[in-house]
């Protein structure tokens, strides 16, 4: 892991439909299945800290991420 590099734009994002992201947006990409393992751990600790937080008001969507962290072997 290249520990000299911080946060850069490195993706460009459009949503699933082709259109355009908004411009004003701040978006941050995560790699659950990195083959690094310090960024897959990280962004699965992320993804369980989303979901959790989440739960309240979209408990499907919680559950949704929490499988998805389950398939890829937990943190």
């Not at 701040?26 to 800290?49: E, G, M, P, Q, T």
Request: glycine share 6%; no cysteine.
């Amino acid at each position: 892991m290249d520990n000299t590099v911080g946060l850069k734009a490195k993706y460009r994002i459009l949503k699933a439909n082709g259109r355009p992201t908004d411009p004003d947006g701040l978006y941050f990409v995560l790699k659950a299945n990195s083959k690094d393992k310090d960024h897959a751990r990280a962004s699965r600790r992320a993804l369980i800290a989303y979901a959790e937080e989440i739960k309240p008001v979209n408990e499907l969507l919680h559950n949704d991420l929490m499988n998805m962290v389950t398939q890829l072997g937990g943190v």
